[in-house]
Nanobody, 124 residues
Framework: QVQLVESGGGLVQAGGSLRLSCAAS????????MGWFRQAPGKEREFVTAIRWNVDSTYYGDSVKGRFTISRDKSKNTVYLQMNSLKPEDTAVYYCASRKYSGRYDRSREYDYWGQGTQVTVSS
């Protein structure tokens, strides 16, 4: 069992930056990867980024590549999402997720645990 808690969401102007955090607790020792998804009103949940827990490998969705950066602090069981050059279309609820096994990193159904989400609103 893994518990995930996101924080850091808020309101930001277009072009600005925001950093989200996701703190994991519980049985985190064997996490394979952690990732971020987002869901805007009326849209399907979208893969944002993911990072392998024990290997320095990252993956990004096309819409955020070059603007967002995922990182982790294993000592704190925390993953971060640094969001730069934010656009209004980045507005969504951002969810942190973790998974136990390899597979398709961009498939939300393959993740095992989810946080409650944090709202990010980018104004134009």
């Amino acid at each position: 069992q893994v518990q995930l808690v996101e924080s850091g969401g808020g309101l930001v102007q277009a072009g600005g930056s925001l950093r989200l955090s996701c703190a994991a607790s519980g049985r985190t020792l064997n996490m394979y990867a952690m990732g971020w998804f987002r869901q805007a009103p009326g849209k399907e949940r979208e893969f944002v980024t993911a990072i392998r827990w024990n290997v320095d490998s990252t993956y990004y969705g096309d819409s955020v590549k070059g603007r967002f950066t995922i990182s982790r602090d294993k000592s704190k069981n925390t993953v971060y999402l640094q969001m730069n050059s934010l656009k209004p279309e980045d507005t969504a609820v951002y969810y942190c997720a973790s998974r136990k096994y390899s597979g398709r990193y961009d498939r939300s159904r393959e993740y095992d645990y989810w946080g409650q989400g944090t709202q990010v609103t980018v104004s134009s």
